[in-house]
């Protein structure tokens, strides 16, 4: 069944290691999203791709990076978390344009200690 | 001006009573518009999409579109608790990325 993974699901790291977050999608979808939403929050576009080698930042500023190598896979990487990075990471595709919306994995909550 | 401007709630209907859900869009050349229904801690997931100007029905969920107007609106009919949740209205403009609301809260009590 074609679907978007994410993982870990819940991850409480101390300050200053370096994390990544892994998203996986099995959808052939060529576009791939990171967003963060705090708890009743909107959500905040942090990073977008629109295939292999190709990433741009989105509209909030985030101090993670991101790689596109193969298309079914797009990890965020934080190199030194900080409590401010505490939130919730939601990783989502689509494919072609737009027109069945986004597919969003099941997120991973990440609290910095 | 938000691209996409949701009233943030909370929305309290009574069990078994119409729930009318309402998003604005400021982009005139907007393609496709979705509506995603979140539960708290969990991601969204889509429930409705909608292309053209109109009502399209999908069991107790009706979307309206008025392009004219720049609206697109939900209805949740015969609502129940377990709809309680933050509703996401999302237009597609330009066919690099959706464009989120703020969302709606809505709360169906018993």
């Known amino acids: 069944e074609a679907d978007i993974y994410q993982t870990p699901r819940y991850l409480v790291i101390g300050t200053g290691k370096k994390i990544t977050l892994e998203c996986s999608q099995t959808?052939?979808?060529?576009?791939m999203y990171w967003y963060q939403q705090d708890p009743g929050m909107e959500l905040h576009l942090i990073h977008y791709?629109?295939?292999?080698?190709?990433?741009e930042k989105g509209d909030l500023s985030s101090e993670s990076t991101v790689s596109r190598i193969r298309t079914e896979h797009f990890p965020l990487t934080l190199e030194s978390a900080r409590p401010s990075h505490t939130s919730q990471y939601l990783c989502?595709?689509?494919?072609?344009?737009?027109?069945?919306?986004?597919?969003f994995g099941s997120g991973t909550r990440l609290t910095v200690v | 001006q938000k691209e996409v401007e949701q009233n943030s709630g909370p929305l309290s209907v009574p069990e078994g009573a119409i729930a009318s859900l309402n998003c604005t869009y400021s982009?005139?050349?907007?393609?496709?518009f979705f509506w995603y229904r979140q539960y708290s801690g969990k991601s969204p997931e889509l429930i409705m999409s909608?292309?053209?100007?109109g009502d399209k029905e999908d069991g107790r969920f009706t979307a309206q579109l008025n392009k004219a107007s720049q609206y697109v609106s939900l209805l949740i009919r015969d609502s129940q608790p377990s709809d309680s949740a933050t509703y996401l209205c999302?237009?597609?403009?330009?066919?690099?990325?959706?464009?989120f609301g703020t969302g709606t809260r809505l709360q169906v009590f018993p």
């Open positions: 989502a595709s689509s494919g072609g344009t737009l027109s069945y919306g986004y597919t």
């Open positions: 959808m052939g979808h060529d576009k």
């Open positions: 791709s629109y295939g292999v080698n190709s990433t």
């Open positions: 982009d005139r050349v907007s393609q496709s």
């Open positions: 909608i292309y053209s100007n």
């Open positions: 999302a237009v597609n403009v330009n066919t690099d990325k959706l464009i």
